[in-house]
């Protein structure tokens, strides 16, 4: 059995990371989770055999996003690399905030925008000039179509 080990960590997920792997479903309930996760360190201090011993709410996938995630771990290698030294790793998944836009969104809404209400003008513009037409035939006691 491996030996237990404080971590010292080289790498470690980022927030970004975070966000990314955070499970879909949660995210729509608007769920936190928790995790813990125990592996092997490697003699490079990458992580392997890891596992869930721990996962809450149960069935909502915190546990798989935890396995995903294993790969962005990196610890200080175990002094003794004869002995395969173990980790556990407690994961605390907080809903990510909304994406905020930002001021090139709202320049490209403003262009689509503007882009949408050309295209409305022409068409209305169109729609008089035929409804015109229309009006004078019909005034004339001609015939209605165009």
């Known amino acids: 059995m ?7 960590w080289l790498e470690k997920p980022t927030s970004e990371d975070l966000a990314a792997y955070y499970p879909r479903q949660a995210q729509r309930k608007n769920l936190s989770g928790k995790v813990m996760m125990s592996c092997t360190v490697k003699a490079d201090g990458q992580l392997e055999a890891c596992e869930i011993l721990e996962e809450t709410p149960p069935g909502e996938r915190f546990g798989e996003a935890a ?18 030294s ?8 907080e809903v990510p905030p909304p994406v905020q836009p930002t001021p090139r969104d709202y320049e490209m809404i403003k262009v689509v925008g503007l882009g949408i209400a050309g295209v409305s003008a022409l068409l209305l513009v169109g729609l008089i000039v035929l409804l015109g037409r229309y009006h004078s035939r019909a005034a004339r006691g001609g015939s209605a179509k165009p």
């Open 67 to 84: 396995l995903k995630m294993a790969p962005k771990f990196r610890m200080t290698p175990p002094g003794d690399t004869s002995t395969p």
């Open 2 to 8: 491996p030996a237990p080990s404080r971590p010292d």
């Open 86 to 93: 173990e980790v556990t790793i407690p994961l605390i998944f």
